[in-house]
């Protein structure tokens, strides 16, 4: 059984930066393409970044292009969110999963982005 565990959010000031962490158990994630996912409150769940499996193509929504950045780490089963440049609009809990999200959601982790 595949498990999510989601770590690194937190409250920061606009204009602040924070760096996501998801580990990867029950599966090898280096033949996964892989993504980072929040979801705010009343609104649906939405993609944010996504990353092939060797890192070779990476695709960000229109809103976080040029202020996050998707990585991994396929040695240690883990993916990262690098958040610069934060938005009071970024706001939200952030969940990590495959491309296809097609195992259980982890816990997440909830980012708050407020003077």
């Known amino acids: 059984q595949v498990q999510l565990v989601e770590s690194g959010g937190g409250l920061v000031q606009p204009g602040g930066s924070l760096r996501l962490s998801c580990v990867v158990s029950?599966?090898?994630?280096?033949?996964?393409?892989m993504g980072w996912y929040r979801q705010a409150p009343g609104k649906q769940r939405e993609v944010v970044a996504t990353i092939t499996n060797t890192g070779g193509s990476i695709n960000y929504r229109d809103s976080v292009k040029g202020r996050f950045t998707i990585s991994r780490d396929n040695t240690k089963n883990t993916v990262y969110l690098q958040m610069n440049s934060l938005r009071p609009e970024d706001t939200a809990v952030y969940y990590c999963n495959d491309r296809w999200m097609r195992w259980s959601w982890g816990q997440g982790t909830q980012v708050t982005v407020s003077s």
């Open positions: 029950g599966t090898i994630i280096s033949i996964k393409d």
